[in-house]
């Protein structure tokens, strides 16, 4: 009867469900056994802090890792508000509104991470076998984004409060801490984006912007055994840093996905673009190429722009570059508007200037350099395609502000090594856990 690899796999299959059954059987009958949550005639109203009433009980059925079960929760009414709670909800870890486990919840919110929900609905029916529509996953992992970007909200207030302090570093400490920001524009729906001015031929916008932060050591230094700092060959070019890693290798010390698609811009600072060095003392030798990939990619653009006018473009483009990569950013706008542009060409010029001029505070890389900076920004950039590009631009996505910037949210903390910070379920204590059994 085993001989056949297919028939085996269906005995696998045949038992999964036998276990989750009873698995489920035997959480509900758990489940039953517990008080319902009764916290006397009146609650604290959850909403608006208020007196809520008690109003009898209302089940509930939720969908675990197992199966279905079916909760019975004592039902609290608010006068002020108008709404309703159980407080059992909130005992078992239940998300707002959520029909799922904390378990399922997590799972959901791991898989909507990575792929979209629909792949995500798919993954969950192959590989857990349970059936959850991708409308239902959508809502969930959602949820637990919101839920993981207040909890992270809380924590940055408590630590500029010096109300929590973070512990001190891992020996040894790097002597220079980089602090990286960097955008894009994700996709949203025509809703989300009435009234603001765009890029597109209409001259509407079609996208919000995402702000992708993070702090990191030098990218090219690694501790050594002797506790002291060394460095490992330079890149020949800071281009060449702009790699795409995944979410779970780029793990720089802090990384979160600031939801600037709500409109609210970032502090501006003097550092390169896509990359905000923290002075400190150094002996550092700088990279072989000091230059910032993305205004190096603007000075290709223009240099292509100019390219029909200027006598020799490829030794134009060399010497705007050396000015750059010396800071002297004022004379490449100079060498830039010397040709008597009209027109639609003038117009475009302008444009493509219009993002030097704004930073040319942020270009000084010669001063950096003398500070021995690290002034790539491959790093970062590397990090905004692999967190939020390969999940929120695909073909097809336009979300809503807030959609995105849950699911980002999660995908933000899987990518800084903190998941089970803000997304992890709490874990019942372990004598609660036997006596439940």
């Not at 629909?118 to 993954?123: D, H, Q, S, Y």
């Not at 905000?276 to 722009?305: E, I």
């Not at 473009?313 to 010497?319: G, I, N, S, T």
Request: glycine fraction near 10%; aromatic fraction near 4%.
């Amino acid at each position: 009867m085993l001989g056949s690899g297919a028939v085996l796999g269906v005995l696998e299959d045949a038992m999964r469900a036998a276990l989750a059954s009873a698995g489920a059987a035997l959480l509900q009958a758990v489940l039953d056994q517990q008080d319902d949550g009764y916290a006397g005639p009146r609650a604290g109203c959850v909403s608006c802090g208020g007196q809520a009433g008690h109003a009898g009980s209302r089940p509930k059925t939720i969908t675990t890792v197992l199966g279905p079960v079916t909760l019975q929760r004592a039902w609290y009414h608010c006068a002020a508000c108008r709404r309703g709670f159980a407080p059992r909800d909130r005992q078992l870890g239940l998300l707002p509104g959520g029909a799922l486990s904390p378990g399922l919840a997590e799972m959901t919110a791991l898989a909507c991470a990575e792929v979209s929900f629909a792949r995500a609905a798919a993954l969950l029916a192959g590989l857990a076998g349970i059936t959850l529509s991708p409308k239902t996953i959508e809502r969930s992992a959602e949820a637990s984004g919101a839920t993981a970007r207040e909890a992270a909200g809380q924590e940055a207030a408590a630590i500029r409060e010096r109300r929590i302090v973070p512990l001190p570093p891992p020996e040894p400490v790097p002597d220079m801490l980089y602090v990286e920001v960097d955008g894009t524009g994700v996709p949203v729906r025509a809703s989300e984006t009435a009234g603001r001015a765009g890029k597109g031929e209409d001259g509407k916008a079609g996208t919000r912007e995402v702000k992708l932060a993070g702090s990191s050591p030098s990218p090219g230094w690694t501790p050594t055994a002797s506790r002291s700092w060394t460095r490992a060959p330079p890149p020949t070019s800071s281009a060449s840093t702009a790699r795409t890693p995944s979410p779970g290798s780029w793990r720089p010390s802090t990384c979160a996905a600031a939801a600037t698609t709500t409109g609210r811009s970032s502090p501006s600072a003097t550092a390169p673009p896509g990359s905000g060095p923290w002075p400190g003392p150094s002996t550092r030798t700088p990279p072989t190429s000091p230059t910032s990939t993305t205004p190096a990619s603007h000075l290709h653009d223009l240099a292509a722009h100019l390219a029909f006018i200027t006598p020799d473009p490829a030794q134009w483009l060399e010497d705007r570059s050396a000015e750059l990569d010396a800071g002297e950013v004022e004379a490449l706008i100079a060498a830039s508007r010397c040709y008597p542009l009209t027109g639609v060409k003038a117009d475009d010029l302008d444009k493509k200037l219009g993002y030097f001029e704004r930073n040319t505070h942020r270009m000084r890389y010669a001063d950096f350099s003398k500070l021995g900076m690290f002034i790539g920004s491959g790093a970062i950039e590397g990090g905004i395609k692999a967190v939020v590009v390969q999940r929120a631009k695909q073909s097809g996505m336009h979300w809503s502000v807030d959609g995105a910037a849950d699911i980002i949210a999660l995908r933000s903390q899987q990518a800084g090594g903190r998941w089970d910070a803000f997304v992890a379920p709490a874990t019942p204590s372990p004598s609660a856990l036997c006596t439940a059994v």
